[in-house]
Structures are given as structure tokens and as C-alpha cells.
């Protein structure tokens, strides 16, 4: 197996940086020709990323290119938001991404997608899925998705991992306020109540004193969490599914969420902080490595609202897994959801990060 990254920067969204990045990272695995590749770039692409895609491929003697453009993108190197760049991973003697026709429900695959092709059938479909999704913290934007070398008409694709064993888990780094408590009553996406008070009420009752006035509540930094399974070991075990605060409700004491729940399900109210969020990451990479003993590469997709900007100017997520895993080629891209396994099946993820490392086969 041989896998290396590669990264270029420059003033303009020109093909060559994706050459440059390719033939860095060809250079780094000792390749001439590369089975696959995976091709990310910073959103000034966006409008026509071909001569990019193009320019990759001939550098890596290959036409099985994969990728997305994002608003930043990274590898073990460094991360970049703030300019035009591309970053490469090559995949090669062994180790290669099959294009995904049909496959079994133990396949991993490597999924990417632009926000409007989204659906439910398509995560829903075999395999065990993780990815992300291109787009900025709006949900739009010109972003696009590309797979075998060729603009993905459909704003999406997907390729199984091959020649290699791979883990992969989900850090969602919120703290919680308090317990599950079971959802009473709903209208649409507002939650009404949970167990026998207004929803509204619950979330200010668990919020610090200082900002449980209704104009001082922090809603960008707060999430819902649905629960799965047992209520009161759901939060320790990670069996949850976040849900965005949209807008708190003083006329009618609720709270409406970016999804619709069920009466019956239960939630718990959290809050997104970079402490918990490194606890939560160093949590996953202790269990990624007792899964994965010597991982070759590994493949990242923090959400937006996980890097740079969150943790004060330092991607520390990445950081983190840099320094759990010296060495370790790793790219990635901040998107707008990440897709990861939960319960055994493929799940749309907000404000989280999806980590997949790879070893060589026993």
C-alpha cells in the first residue's frame, strides 16, 4: 500500500495547483501511476472545476479522481480557508477507490455529496457510509461534487474502499445539559413540550443564569439531542443525533428545531464548546485505535462549525489526530454535514466530525 498527500496555494483558482498537489504527493508515495485519487479544492473552483479535475488526473497517470469543492479544505500539512488551493491523496500498489454500482452492507463507502441531492434513500442504501457534504454554513453555494474523473450530474457520488481495513466513528463534541426526557408534545418543527413543561422552559431551567433571558440564550451554540436506545447511557455511549436550534418562542414557551420529531422519542439540550469538543475527539481517536491498530491514511470531514474558526484560529480537531498518528497522510474538507455510521446505519450528521482510518489487510 502506498498513500501520501499533497497540497498547493496560490493567488487564483488555477488548474496547476492541482497538479502541483497531486505531484507533491505522488513524489511523497514513490508512484508513477496511481490507482485513484482524491481531489479536494477550495471553493474558488466552484464555477468549473474540470481543467482542475483534468489537470489531476494527468498527473496521476490515472481517470479515477474523486472529490468535492468546499469552502476549506486540508491534509496533514496545514488547512486552508482563506485562499485558492487544492490538496491530492493518491491511492496506490493495492489500496484503490471502486466506483459503486451495487455493493453488501459491510462495505465501506467513501461518500460526498452537494446540499440539494441529499436524501434519505440514498443514505439509506448498503454500506456503511461516511463522508461530507460540500457546502458553506448557508447550505448553498456553486459547490461540486466529482467522481471517476467527471462533474457528478446528480450532486453526488460514492466509491467503496478497496484493498484496505478500515474503522470509522463520529465525534460530536457537545456537553449536555441534562438527561433525555421523553418529547409530549410537537406541532411541525416546533417541540412543544417535554414530559409535563413547556419545552422552552426546560432548555432556560438547564441554561446558566446568566443568559436564560429569552434575548440572551446563545441558539447558535445550542443543539438538541435525540437519543437512541437506552435514555440514560445514550449520551455517555455517543447514541445520539443532534438537532439545530432554529428559534425560541416566547409566545407559546417553544423551541423549533431544523428536523420534525415524534412524541415518545426523547431529547436532551446541549452545548456546543471547545472543551467538550476535544474531550469528544480525543474520545473517538481512543477508539479508532483500539480498532485500528496501524492506520496508513486516514480520511476526515469535520463540519464548518468544528474547525479553525471554532477552536480560536487552530484546527485542534486536527491537530489532535496528527498527534495521536505521527506521520499519517490525512485529508479532508469542512462541510456542511458529515455522514457517518450510528446504530448501524448511515446517519446526516450537524456540527461534528467523522474520522475513517485504514490499515493495510491482515
Not at 276 to 297: I, K, Q, W, Y
Request: contains cysteine.
Amino acid at each position: 500500500m502506498k498513500v501520501a498527500t499533497g497540497l498547493a496555494q496560490g493567488y487564483s483558482a488555477d488548474a496547476h495547483l492541482a497538479a502541483r498537489a497531486v505531484a507533491a504527493a505522488m513524489a511523497k508515495a514513490d508512484l508513477a501511476i496511481a490507482h485513484s485519487v482524491l481531489l479536494f479544492l477550495t471553493q474558488e473552483f466552484a464555477r468549473d472545476p474540470h481543467p482542475a479535475i483534468l489537470a489531476a488526473s494527468k498527473a496521476a497517470n490515472c481517470t479515477q479522481v474523486m472529490g468535492v469543492t468546499a469552502a476549506g479544505i486540508f491534509t496533514d500539512e496545514d488547512w486552508i480557508l482563506d485562499s485558492p488551493a487544492a490538496v491530492a491523496m493518491v491511492l496506490g500498489d493495492g489500496v484503490w477507490l471502486e466506483p459503486r454500482s451495487a455493493g453488501s452492507h459491510e462495505d465501506q463507502v467513501l461518500s460526498l455529496a452537494a446540499p440539494p441531492s441529499l436524501d434519505v434513500a440514498w443514505l439509506s442504501q448498503p454500506g456503511l457510509r461516511f463522508g461530507g457534504v460540500s457546502g458553506d454554513s448557508t447550505g448553498r453555494g456553486p459547490f461540486k461534487v466529482w467522481g471517476s474523473g467527471k462533474i457528478a450530474s446528480g450532486g453526488r457520488c460514492d466509491a467503496i474502499i478497496r484493498g484496505a481495513h478500515g474503522a470509522i466513528d463520529v465525534s460530536q463534541g457537545i456537553r449536555a445539559l441534562g438527561a433525555p426526557a421523553e418529547v409530549t408534545a410537537v406541532n411541525g418543527h416546533d417541540l412543544l413540550a417535554l414530559g409535563t413543561q413547556r419545552a422552552l422552559d426546560v432548555l432556560s431551567q438547564e441554561l446558566p443564569l446568566e443568559v436564560r433571558e429569552l434575548e440572551r440564550i446563545p441558539l447558535h451554540l445550542l443543539m438538541a439531542g435525540v437519543v437512541f436506545g437506552e435514555p440514560a447511557t445514550a449520551v455517555a455511549d455517543g447514541r445520539f443525533r443532534l438537532t439545530p436550534i432554529i428559534a425560541a418562542n416566547a409566545d407559546d414557551q417553544s423551541v423549533t428545531l431544523s428536523t420534525r420529531l415524534h412524541p415518545g422519542e426523547r431529547l436532551f439540550w446541549a452545548v456546543r464548546q471547545p472543551a467538550a469538543a476535544e474531550h469528544s475527539m480525543r474520545g473517538m481517536l481512543d477508539r479508532l485505535a483500539g480498532r485500528v491498530e496501524t492506520p496508513r491514511f486516514g480520511l476526515f470531514f469535520p463540519c464548518m462549525g468544528r474547525g479553525p474558526y471554532f477552536y480560536g484560529g487552530v484546527d485542534r480537531d486536527l491537530e489532535l489526530v496528527k498527534e495521536r498518528f505521527p506521520g499519517m497522510p490525512v485529508i479532508g474538507f469542512y462541510g456542511n454535514g458529515e455522514i457517518g455510521p450510528l446504530q448501524g446505519l448511515s446517519q446526516l450528521f450537524q456540527y461534528s466530525a467523522v474520522l475513517g482510518l485504514f490499515s493495510e489487510h491482515v
